[in-house]
């Protein structure tokens, strides 16, 4: 059968008025059913009240994030974050596009108030903690993630969607509630007889589907040199690398920053050359596109670096641009270890074998 899906499109108005027409012309040619603020009929009812209606109709949820955190509900956060929070709670699938360079934003559609710009940066890292996340540069650019992130997530995540009631016979009706009542009945038999998951339904096929990715192996060459100074020799060794069982290894520093020298660090002390031999210098180049992976996969968030003020003061700092960031481990990365754990698919080791010569 046919399904549509109907998708929520949650931001603040005023200043995305033209991303949000963009999604949603978008969402329509993909045969999508798009729910939003500027659809919304005039009532007396009350207006959160309302959207939590529309919000418990739609399939998915598709959050777009600006320069703006928008106005303040009697709950103390702004109305796309209580949205936002409402999805979560009704388990929706949650597609998040945040600006890739909020500090480029226009003055006009931009915070200017220090307390609701603090907000927004807060609710940034939030959004951005514990799922793949999404960075549009500009207008133009949203038809096409949408288009390529949308279909992904519904082939991962299917949901119950819409179905003309004329596609639908009575006889298929019957078998098709006779089976979900079977299936009912063994779920709840096998849910009785064993302890209760922490993890979602989602969450369960998310980990599931990042293991089966990272269970690859990957190039890598390890420079060694021996020897002091003039007659040092340079040596390169080969190695092949399983990332799915790397990944759970990962060392974090104490501010929780990605940083390929401790990786590096827990690469070589599994080698047993490094135990064997004493070499004076080491390095292994860094694993192309591995920070992109984890971050798709969520392991990742960006964490931007505010600029330096121009002063007098501090005129012997470094002065950063206002689109550098830094890359932090989420809260995610822990979950899957624990995933692992659960569903016995920790490593004792990384898989790491020389290639000959």
Same mark, same amino acid.
């Given at each position: 059968m @046919? ?7 949650s931001?603040t108005y ?24 500027e659809? &919304?009929?005039?009532?007396d009812?009350?207006q ?5 209606? *529309? ?5 998915? =949820?598709?959050? *777009? ?9 009697t709950?103390?956060? %702004?109305?796309t974050?209580?949205?936002?929070? =409402? ?15 909020? $500090?480029?934003?226009? &003055?006009?559609k ?11 940066? %807060?609710f ?5 903690t514990?799922?793949?996340?999404? &960075?549009?540069?500009?207008?133009e ?5 949408v288009a390529?992130?949308?279909p ?17 016979s $009575? ?6 509630? #006779?089976?979900?009542?079977k299936?009912?009945?063994?779920f709840s038999?096998?849910? %009785? @007889?064993?302890?209760?998951?922490? &993890? ?14 990272? $269970?690859?192996?990957?190039? *890598? ?7 002091? $100074?003039?007659?040092?020799e340079?040596?390169?060794k ?6 799915a ?7 974090t520093?104490d501010?929780? @920053?990605y !940083?390929?020298?401790? /990786?590096?660090?827990?690469?070589l ?27 798709m ?26 689109d ?7 809260e995610?990365?822990e979950?899957? !270890?624990?995933?692992? #754990? ?7 080791? /990384?898989?790491? #074998?020389?290639?000959?010569?």
């Open positions: @046919e399904k549509r899906y109907q998708v929520f499109v931001s005023a200043d995305l008025k033209d991303e949000r027409h963009k999604v949603i012309q978008t969402l329509m040619e993909l045969d999508c059913i798009p729910a939003g603020m659809l &919304f009929p005039a009532t009812e009350d959160f009240e309302f959207i939590k209606r *529309i919000i418990d109709d739609c399939d998915y =949820y598709l959050l *777009i994030i600006g320069g703006r955190y928008g106005s303040i509900t709950q103390g956060i %702004s109305y974050e209580q949205e936002y929070e =409402y999805a979560l709670e009704r388990g929706l699938k949650v597609i998040a596009l945040l600006h890739e360079n909020p $500090n480029q934003i226009p &003055f006009d931009s915070e200017q108030d220090p307390e609701l710009r603090a907000r927004l940066q %807060s940034r890292g939030k959004v951005a514990g799922r793949i996340v999404k &960075f549009w540069p500009n207008a650019a949203l038809p096409g993630i390529l992130s949308l992904k997530t519904i082939k991962m995540f299917p949901a119950i969607g819409w179905v003309r009631a004329d596609k639908v $009575n006889e298929e009706l019957l078998v098709e509630i #006779n089976e979900l009542r299936q009912n009945a063994e038999k096998a849910l %009785s @007889e064993v302890e209760p998951s922490i &993890f979602t339904g989602s969450e369960e096929k998310d980990f599931a589907y990042i293991y089966s990715s990272l $269970n690859r192996l990957e190039n *890598i060459e390890v420079a060694i040199k021996q020897g002091i $100074n003039s007659k040092a340079v040596l390169n080969k190695y092949s690398i399983n990332l069982s790397l990944i759970p290894f990962i060392a520093s501010s929780h @920053e !940083k390929w020298y401790l /990786i590096v660090n827990i690469i002390s599994e080698i047993p050359l490094m135990q064997t031999e004493v070499a004076q210098n080491f390095w292994i180049a860094e694993i192309k596109n591995l920070a992109d992976d984890l971050k996969y969520g392991f990742l968030t960006k964490n931007y670096i505010p600029p330096v003020s121009n002063n007098n003061e501090l005129r012997s700092i470094i002065r950063r641009r206002g550098e960031y830094r890359l932090i481990y989420s995610k990365l979950r899957y !270890k624990y995933w692992l #754990n659960v569903n016995g698919k920790m490593p004792k080791y /990384i898989e790491i #074998n020389e290639k000959p010569e």
